[in-house]
T-cell receptor, first 112, second 112 residues
């Protein structure tokens, strides 16, 4: 257990509303990631962070923004949610061995 | 750029063996394997590095053919607990900061 929590765990929201998902870790890991998982697509990287205020885009970053103001928190924001963003979102951290990623429990987001 | 996994799904009886393949059209630095049980987060199994080094699960073996850019995961004498979806994640360069591109997954079902 790498001490990763995600909140909320489930959320239903309407199209056009802003949504923020939170990932919290307790072990001061430098690298953090946000993925989305959809049937038939596997896990796809949205954004990642390599330190406080240091973030970069992944392969499916359009429509998402992130922020990391503290080592322990990595926030994912959907500025104006769309139905295509209905998905399960996983946060992950890169462990101390620098190759193993530990995933949080996931957030199931439904955009109606 | 997304690696291709095969087969998409496989059903086994306890004790049978299975091989899951992961192929990339790009030169790879490493291949990572994860397993995800239904409703849970993915869990790291092992990493195979360019040059032959392996790290990870003691009871699961894998290979990495650098010439073919292909990795295979070998599940021998399968147990019920092996059921789940297996994902390979590929890393193009050693300095990619843990950024992985995952395949779409192989669903493994082990029956009694």
């Amino acid at each position: 257990d790498a001490g990763i929590t995600q909140s909320p765990r489930h959320k239903v929201t309407e199209t056009g509303t802003p949504v923020t998902l939170r990932c919290h870790q307790t072990e001061n890991h430098r690298y953090m990631y946000w993925y989305r998982q959809d049937p038939g697509h596997g896990l796809r990287l949205i954004h990642y962070s390599y330190g406080v205020k240091d973030t970069d885009k992944g392969e499916v970053s359009d429509g998402y923004s992130v922020s990391r103001s503290k080592t322990e928190d990595f926030l994912l924001t959907l500025e104006s949610a769309t139905s295509s963003q209905t998905s399960v979102y996983f946060c992950a951290i890169l462990g101390g061995n620098s190759y193993e990623q530990y995933f949080g429990p996931g957030t199931r987001l439904t955009v109606t | 750029q997304q690696p291709v996994q095969s087969p998409q799904a496989v059903i086994l009886r306890e004790g049978e063996d299975a091989v899951i393949n992961c192929s990339s059209s790009k030169a790879l630095y490493s291949v990572h394997w994860y397993r995800q049980k239904h409703g849970e987060a993915p869990v790291f199994l092992m990493i195979l590095l360019k040059g032959g080094e392996q790290k990870g699960h003691e009871k699961i073996s894998a290979s990495f053919n650098e010439k073919k850019q292909q990795s295979s995961l070998y599940l021998t004498a399968s147990q019920l607990s092996y059921s789940g979806t297996y994902f390979c994640g590929t890393e193009m360069g050693g300095g990619s900061q843990g950024n992985l591109i995952f395949g779409k997954g192989t669903k493994l079902s082990v029956k009694p």
